[in-house]
């Protein structure tokens, strides 16, 4: 049975620190890989797609890629069936309400009949304030949301923190934590049970890297 894996990678911001992960777990990812889309890794089995993490999901539902490495927070916004093996433990950030200092709402202060909430999470924005019964416009936004509490355009945001320093750059304080998220190793489940040697040894590999680590 054919036991060549095809690894879906987020370009961006998660790469470096996934790529050095398959690199742990016994996968020679190139160090460069320029502006290709596909690479195989040096053992000639292993094939990389490099692509938007919005797409990850994807690429792993339809079987394009046996599975590949995404972050949680990517799931929370997407309606593809794909089945979480691992928790890879990088990439950790909050998916969190946050708004301006001045309006101290951290502090307990009510929020506006008609909130306005500017994220790029919208779903996850909508159920956190539909569970806690808060009616509220989802503004969609894909730039820097920071912004938009500044300029009046929304009374919070829902967005992703790692250090902070973008809220206090901007004197915006957190004013709810909804979840965290990390990097995740997700396969397509038909896949799974074809290659089930190949990626329960990859998941074991990967796992024992950050042990180690």
């Not at 036991?3 to 987020?10: K, S, T």
């Not at 004013?175 to 998941?203: C, G, H, M, Q, W």
């Amino acid at each position: 049975m054919n036991q060549r894996l095809v690894i879906a990678l987020p370009k961006g911001g998660m790469y470096d620190e996934a790529a050095e992960r398959l690199r742990e777990a016994g996968i020679a990812v190139p160090t460069r890989v320029g502006r290709r889309l596909t690479v195989f890794a040096d053992d000639g089995q292993t094939e990389l797609l490099l692509l938007r993490p919005t797409d990850v999901p994807a690429y792993v539902e339809f079987g394009a890629a046996d599975c590949g490495i995404v972050g949680k927070d990517t799931l929370w916004e997407t309606d593809r069936s794909v089945s979480e093996l691992a928790d890879l433990h990088f990439g950790a950030c909050r998916l969190v309400v946050a708004a301006r200092r001045q309006d101290r709402y951290h502090e307990g202060e009510r929020y506006p009949t008609f909130l306005r909430v500017a994220t790029k999470f919208k779903r996850s924005a909508q159920n956190y304030f539909s569970d806690r019964d808060l009616p509220c416009e989802i503004i969609a936004l894909h730039g820097s949301v920071e912004l938009a509490p500044l300029v009046g355009l929304a009374d919070v945001i829902v967005d992703l923190v790692a250090t902070g320093n973008t809220l206090r750059e901007h004197d915006m304080v957190i004013v709810d934590e909804i979840a965290t998220s990390s990097a995740r190793l997700v396969v397509n489940p038909v896949r799974f049970r074809a290659k089930y040697d190949a990626l329960l040894s990859l998941v074991r590999r990967l796992e024992g890297s950050h042990q180690k680590a």
